[in-house]
């Protein structure tokens, strides 16, 4: 009986193990469920910022780390930081910061639980500078008074 009850113990944590491990996103976080969007063709626009911190690193050395995000017009932000062109290339993001651009590339989009979108970007084919949206029709009228 106590042979079983270990064995019944045992085969049910290498079962959750298993399972734990067959929903974890790329990145070793776990899913939030076992469905992902797949990895489609996305169009961004909107302004890249910078944002550089320091981390305290192993040895009490500081570490720096930039992060660069783009803001679309609806206030979505997207993380850009750690992304290669297709081929592997090295994306030159800094002369971009603070302008408006148009960014293709590969990835998805999924609204979290608040409703609030999410976009999630694996890699960039095209970025371009852009001319920056017009004013509102009313917001230029108010100007030109």
Do not use: C
Not at 10 to 36: C, H, I, M, N
């Amino acid at each position: 009986m106590k042979n079983l009850l270990i064995s019944a113990v045992a085969v049910s944590l290498a079962f959750a193990t298993v399972s734990a491990s067959a929903q974890r996103k790329e990145g070793g976080r776990p899913a939030k469920d076992a469905v992902k969007a797949p990895i489609e063709e996305l169009v961004l626009t909107g302004k890249i910022t910078k944002e550089e911190t320091l981390k305290a690193g192993k040895e009490g050395k500081e570490t720096k780390i930039v992060k660069y995000t783009l803001t679309e017009a609806d206030g979505t932000a997207v993380n850009l930081s750690r992304l290669k062109k297709a081929g592997a290339e090295t994306i030159d993001l800094v002369k971009y910061v603070d302008k408006d651009v148009k960014i293709t590339g590969k990835g998805w989009t999924e609204t979290n639980k608040n409703g609030k979108k999410i976009v999630h970007v694996v890699s960039i084919t095209t970025i371009e500078e852009v001319l920056p949206p017009a004013p509102a029709p009313a917001a230029a009228a108010a100007v030109n008074k």
